[in-house]
């Protein structure tokens, strides 16, 4: 099945085609898969509700098209490569057919311990292919999965187990990472003492720690396995019925549980998977993110199984043993097409550069940047040391709202302009909107980056929570889906993300809300108050900078030390501060808000211009906080 567009000549002609006839060219599109039904219309949408509907009435179910579909035509062909933690471990290469059978008999497990369509399933596992195999397993029976990042604290999964009401879970005994051993099932454990729904949950062996198995409650999916057979039927769904749950980030608190559905979903992540990356036949792809996020979920699983490719899944960190792991599995797997992310490359850019030149990379074909912007240096040292000059850098501009990559270049038929996104793929209608809501039109100019018209992978709304959904994305500019991103047009029309408008930050890729970590600090029994920001870092991109207001005199580093505990319990050890300074106010204004832009620039260190201070109840505050700042 190929979907590739293969001259910039054709790409233009596709764009302008998927605008005029959004309609046509998306069932053109659609007809590539294997439906069990036929939609009755291509689309219905009202961007006021939000609704949107894609294939309407369309019946089908996407693991057929992930794996059934290729068993005839490419069934011994490697669908997963895996990559373990430690390098002297096997790596597992399971062909379309074996995967198959796996999918299926995880399914079978599924249904013996109770699951069915329409129930929500957590999963919380390290980068092990079974996490692969569950995703598609709850797929193939219509379950919905909401994968939680194995990164997370038993707090932040108990969450979402709760917001969800997640019925099983399927995790994990421990997992690798690097040279730490993670306790991932007494993580569950602890999560589940606060999770009434969960009736089940089915437990890896990944390294054989002692764990404690609940009686009835958990079981060991190896035993499981042994009882099932390797025929499944995969459950008919609706174009429209629910593929999965992914939380994420926003500006208030509560993280979103963002929804996706089946049909839709299917066609864009194959569709922009082949096109952004070319992918052809017998090459190998490897994306480097987590499951856990939605970079794993449409471009390690989605994507390239639709896309009859072979993706290669990597359980470690890019630092260990050493910081040439990465290129190290370059060679040994022959990779094609490597997908990373910025942040990735600065740190990797920060080490000795012979962990890169005692490799080949002879391999390599295209390259890919994700979940931030990338600077001009990070790009410029890819594109030499990694890609050698020859290798295109397509930088992908998309979100977990949006479900695949918006705004890219394809590779090798789309001019490249460091640290731009470039151009949007065809079906994808950007605009940029001033603080009034005024559409910009032309060339050369900066405003808040908006999509104007459904695409067949946005989200559908937020879970449990559709009034927030058209809070958030559809209410701030009237018609339009709103990205919370800021942008530029240059004078050629290319897009350049500046990144994030509203309070959330960005760390080392993942999303970050800084009201979330200001609720986590808020927890400790000395502080009164907190205001979180981010400010630039060398490698994560943002760092966190946390200003706390405490009761009473206390001692700073004990304070520190206990703040960055908690922050880890409530959240997860991503969301730790990198920077607390501990104040005795915070800029505000006469009505009470904290004037985040005050403190952004504190701690950016740029304080030459911090304009207007008149308004603010207290502006003696601000040279207290910026004195403070001097010592952090
Ligand atoms: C896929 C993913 C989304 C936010 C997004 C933006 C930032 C992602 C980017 C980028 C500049 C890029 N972002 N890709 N900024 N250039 N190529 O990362 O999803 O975790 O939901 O984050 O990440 O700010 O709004 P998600």
């Known amino acids: 099945m190929s979907l590739k567009i293969s001259s910039f000549e054709e790409y233009q002609s596709e764009y302008n085609?998927?605008?005029?006839?959004?309609?046509?060219?998306?069932?053109?599109?659609?007809?590539?898969?294997?439906?069990?039904?036929?939609?009755?219309?291509?689309?219905?949408?009202?961007?006021?509700?939000?609704?949107?509907?894609?294939?309407?009435?369309?019946?089908?179910?996407?693991?057929?098209?992930?794996?059934?579909?290729?068993?005839?035509?490419?069934?011994?062909?490697?669908?997963?490569?895996?990559?373990?933690?430690?390098?002297?471990?096997?790596?597992?290469?399971?062909?379309?057919?074996?995967?198959?059978?796996?999918?299926?008999?995880?399914?079978?497990?599924?249904?013996?311990?109770?699951?069915?369509?329409?129930?929500?399933?957590?999963?919380?596992?390290?980068?092990?292919?079974?996490?692969?195999?569950?995703?598609?397993?709850?797929?193939?029976?219509?379950?919905?999965?909401?994968?939680?990042?194995?990164?997370?604290?038993?707090?932040?999964?108990?969450?979402?187990?709760?917001?969800?009401?997640?019925?099983?879970?399927?995790?994990?005994?421990?997992?690798?990472?690097?040279?730490?051993?993670?306790?991932?099932?007494?993580?569950?454990?602890?999560?589940?003492?606060?999770?009434?729904?969960?009736?089940?949950?089915?437990?890896?062996?990944?390294?054989?720690?002692?764990?404690?198995?609940?009686?009835?409650?958990?079981?060991?999916?190896?035993?499981?396995?042994?009882?099932?057979?390797?025929?499944?039927?995969?459950?008919?769904?609706?174009?429209?019925?629910?593929?999965?749950?992914?939380?994420?980030?926003?500006?208030?608190?509560?993280?979103?549980?963002?929804?996706?559905?089946?049909?839709?979903?299917?066609?864009?992540?194959a569709y922009s998977f082949q096109n952004v990356f070319q992918y052809s036949n017998d090459e190998v792809y490897w994306c480097t993110a987590d499951i856990g996020w939605i970079t794993g979920h449409s471009y390690i699983v989605y994507g390239p199984l639709l896309s009859g490719a072979t993706t290669l899944m990597f359980e470690g960190v890019p630092t260990y043993p050493d910081a040439g792991r990465f290129w190290e599995i370059v060679d040994k797997h022959q990779v094609n097409i490597f997908y990373t992310a910025p942040t990735a490359i600065r740190a990797l850019e920060a080490c000795d550069i012979d962990f890169v030149n005692k490799h080949s990379l002879s391999s390599l074909k295209v390259l890919g940047s994700v979940g931030e912007p990338i600077n001009e240096e990070a790009w410029e040292w890819y594109h030499k040391n990694i890609g050698k000059e020859k290798c295109p850098i397509v930088d992908t501009w998309w979100q977990t709202e949006t479900g695949g990559i918006m705004i890219s270049p394809l590779a090798g038929i789309t001019k490249l302009k460091p640290s731009f996104a470039t151009l949007p793929l065809p079906g994808i209608q950007p605009c940029l909107v001033d603080s009034d809501g005024n559409e910009i039109e032309g060339n050369d100019v900066e405003g808040n980056l908006c999509v104007k018209f459904p695409w067949p992978s946005m989200l559908r709304t937020i879970y449990g929570e559709h009034e927030r959904c058209k809070q958030t994305y559809f209410s701030t500019y009237k018609g339009k889906y709103f990205t919370g991103d800021g942008c530029k047009r240059d004078e050629n029309g290319m897009y350049r993300i500046t990144g994030r408008v509203d309070d959330v930050i960005n760390v080392s890729g993942h999303r970050m809300g800084t009201a979330e970590v200001e609720d986590a600090l808020d927890q400790h029994i000395d502080v009164v108050e907190s205001a979180v920001v981010g400010y630039p870092h060398d490698i994560k991109g943002q760092g966190i900078y946390a200003y706390v207001i405490c009761v009473k005199e206390v001692n700073e580093d004990e304070l520190r030390k206990e703040l960055l505990e908690i922050v880890t319990k409530e959240i997860g050890p991503i969301a730790k501060p990198d920077k607390i300074q501990i104040v005795k106010g915070l800029p505000k204004t006469r009505s009470g808000k904290i004037m985040r832009r005050i403190l952004r620039k504190i701690a950016e260190g740029d304080t030459s211009n911090l304009g207007d201070i008149s308004t603010l109840l207290d502006p003696d505050i601000v040279k207290e906080i910026q004195k403070g700042a001097e010592n952090i």
């Open 17 to 269: 085609r998927s605008i005029n006839n959004p309609n046509e060219f998306w069932a053109e599109k659609a007809k590539h898969f294997y439906w069990r039904e036929q939609w009755d219309s291509v689309l219905e949408w009202d961007f006021k509700e939000p609704n949107v509907k894609w294939f309407v009435n369309g019946k089908l179910n996407i693991t057929e098209n992930c794996l059934d579909r290729h068993l005839e035509t490419i069934g011994g062909k490697v669908a997963i490569i895996w990559e373990p933690n430690n390098p002297n471990e096997e790596v597992v290469k399971l062909t379309y057919r074996q995967l198959h059978e796996q999918v299926c008999k995880f399914a079978n497990v599924l249904k013996n311990n109770g699951a069915k369509k329409g129930d929500r399933i957590c999963i919380y596992m390290p980068m092990v292919p079974e996490l692969a195999i569950a995703t598609l397993a709850c797929a193939r029976i219509g379950a919905i999965h909401s994968v939680v990042f194995a990164g997370f604290s038993a707090k932040a999964l108990a969450e979402r187990i709760n917001d969800a009401t997640c019925n099983i879970i399927l995790t994990s005994d421990e997992g690798y990472r690097g040279s730490k051993t993670i306790a991932i099932k007494s993580i569950v454990d602890e999560a589940l003492e606060s999770c009434d729904s969960i009736q089940k949950s089915i437990v890896l062996k990944r390294t054989g720690g002692d764990v404690s198995m609940q009686p009835k409650r958990d079981v060991w999916l190896h035993e499981e396995m042994l009882k099932v057979d390797e025929t499944c039927n995969a459950e008919e769904m609706d174009a429209e019925d629910e593929l999965f749950v992914l939380y994420t980030s926003g500006s208030t608190g509560k993280p979103k549980g963002i929804v996706h559905t089946t049909g839709g979903y299917m066609v864009y992540t």
